[in-house]
């Protein structure tokens, strides 16, 4: 079966990443859920950023 | 006087803090106030507000800064406010909070799918982790460069994954309303689109026929677009031809190149499944080997669609033939050039209403001689998405906030040329659930302030939901029916009325 079709027959189980509003839906018909309270890395600071991009590449 | 108050260190997404702003306006004393993450781009907003004190004119996106414009210092009792909303939690019963998506993956069993809806800025890097993890994505955010969109959906296709998105608002899998989205039926009607009202459209008038969705999958406006050479349409396609819940396969679209056009058609044809193409403003209904049905409305491809899944369908209206002609009459006795102006939410009901009303002017206009020059300001007949990027640069999104319809639709019922108002009301998931009674008060206001003197102004509606909506759709016609608006339940239906008037005066 490919990931796709797994996905039309398994149960859902989804990550809210952001607004915390999309996720009344998953509460209200008792969807498996985690909110993922993100905020940007190193403060969203660019320069950081590239730098923290370019260790994980390694 | 001005006084910013800054957090350092302190994110909060930017519908949470527009929504707060827009009600601190309301706290007595305060002239203008508005709380913002320091973005290059929000520093902009702040600044043409001028709410902004120079020495803060530095970006940084994890500072959060609160600027209040008022007569005497009344800092302490904003902030308060402000705490009090942040605090809030939205959804408090029912969900686990992680800090990262790697937390929060390990905090579920098989997690399957992701709604992703942070600044596009930060999302391809999100959005890779998640694909890494083969978890399915539904992809909110804009301001995601086409290059980022093409690398993700590359990723997706070659691990066999839905990337939906980026700007795809809606999708429903598996019976579940993913971001806005309606409580629908479960049938055998599966749906592809770029997503957004053309989506919740169509949804929900196959559910309201009688009909149901096996799966609705959004691609992103740009999907069909050359650079992207609609990688997902063609993904979800293929999952919905060899999906055996999926009969009837939906695919709708904004006009297109004849390339990707005849692609689509071909794919169509290589599956016994019949099918329903609408791509809006195409203009001629044909059927094409006698399995693909292409129309031109949204209403017609949900009609169609519970056809061919084996409904009866029945068309029913919700308002009366005398209720019109009264309106007529009464349009005719003004002494004005009874102009229509009207005030979408959605962009492609929107889209849908300027493509069958003649010489509309817009803010979104397809023929560029009836762009507005100036979009605050109407001319003659014109209509308005006000969930465009000029209208949501620092605001919230009108489905989830109608505070700037609201100040426009007073704006247009006090012009004197005015004779008809028409706006839609979106239901479902993520919507606010206020939006008609908060209209139905206004219009009553509106018809205290101006209507006098036997002037009068015609307040058309399309309602998109269902009775399975949180909002229950019948609730919401009757607000609305209340304040004596003429309510319809499907977008091309209130437009027709209103070309209909609009030939009669």
Redo the contacts between chains.
């Keep these: 079966m ?7 027959n ?32 190193a ?3 660019q320069k950081l950023l590239d730098a923290l ?1 370019l260790l994980e590449d390694m | 006087m001005l006084k910013n108050i800054l957090r350092p ?1 302190c ?1 909060y ?1 930017s ?2 803090l527009m929504v707060i702003s827009s009600t601190l306006k309301n706290i007595k004393g305060v002239n203008n106030a508005s709380v913002m993450m320091g973005t290059e781009s929000n520093l902009g907003v702040l600044n043409n507000a001028g709410l902004l004190l120079p020495e803060n004119n530095t970006p ?3 500072l959060m800064l609160i600027c209040i414009d008022s007569n005497v210092d009344i800092s302490e009792e904003v902030v308060n406010v402000i705490d009090t909303k942040l605090n809030e ?3 408090t ?9 790697n ?3 390990e ?13 596009g800025v ?1 999302a391809k ?2 959005v890779e982790k ?1 694909l890494k993890n ?3 994505v539904m992809l ?2 804009d301001n995601v460069t086409m290059d980022e969109e093409l690398e993700l959906k590359q990723i997706a296709v070659d ?4 990337m939906m998105g980026p700007d795809c608002g809606t999708s429903i ?2 019976g ?4 806005f ?1 309606n ?1 629908v039926n479960r049938g055998n009607i599966g749906l592809i689109a770029a997503s957004g009202t053309g989506l919740q459209e169509v949804s929900a008038t196959i559910s309201n026929l009688g009909g149901g969705i ?2 609705a999958l959004g691609t992103g406006g740009r999907d069909l677009k050359d650079k992207i050479g609609g990688l997902m349409t063609f ?1 979800a396609l293929e ?1 919905l031809k ?2 055996p ?1 999926t009969n009837i396969i939906v695919i709708i679209s904004k006009p297109t190149s004849k390339v990707i056009y005849d692609h689509v058609i071909n794919k169509l044809k290589e599956t016994d499944k019949k099918s329903v193409v609408c791509i809006l403003g195409a203009g001629e209904t044909q059927v094409i080997d006698d399995k693909i049905h292409v129309v031109a409305t949204l209403y017609e491809a949900g009609v169609e669609a519970a056809k061919l899944s084996g409904v009866d369908v029945e068309t029913t209206s919700t308002v009366e033939e005398h209720q019109v002609e009264t309106a007529i009459e009464k349009l005719k006795k003004n002494k004005s050039s009874n102009y229509v102006r009207a005030l979408y939410s959605g962009g492609t009901l929107c889209y849908e209403a300027i493509l069958n009303v003649d010489g509309v002017y817009s803010n979104i206009a397809v023929n560029k001689e009836l762009a507005l020059p100036n979009v605050e300001e109407s001319i003659k007949d014109t209509f308005i998405d006000m969930g465009e990027d000029y209208f949501t640069s620092g605001k919230p999104h009108p489905m ?1 906030d109608q505070s700037v319809r609201l100040e426009r639709l007073e704006k247009e019922v006090k012009d004197p040329d005015v004779g008809i108002i028409l706006f839609d009301v979106v239901l479902g ?2 919507s606010n659930y206020k939006t008609a009674e908060e209209l139905k008060s206004k219009i009553i206001d509106l018809q205290n302030k101006y209507l006098i003197d036997n002037r009068y102004v015609l307040f058309v509606a399309t309602v998109c939901g269902t009775e399975l909506d ?1 909002q229950v759709k019948s609730k919401q016609i009757k607000i609305l029916q209340e304040a004596e608006v003429l309510v319809y339940d499907s977008n091309i239906k209130a437009v027709e009325t209103i070309n209909r008037v609009l030939k009669s005066l």
Aim: aromatic content about 8%.
């Design positions: 490919n990931k796709i079709e797994e996905l039309f398994s149960k859902i189980e989804v990550l809210n990443v952001g607004l915390e509003l999309f996720t009344q839906s998953f509460v209200d018909l008792e969807i498996s859920c985690v909110q993922v309270e993100w905020k940007p890395e403060g969203g600071n991009s | 260190n994110y997404d519908v949470t940084d996106p994890n939690k939205v959804v019963n029912g969900v686990i909070r992680a800090k990262t998506i937390n929060a993956i905090r579920l069993d098989n997690p399957n799918f992701a709604v992703v809806s942070i600044p930060h890097k999100e998640l083969n978890i399915h909110f955010s691990k066999g994954l839905l899998i598996n579940v309303p993913m971001g989205a409580m096996s799966q993904q999952a060899n999906d819940d989830i998931y993520g949180p």
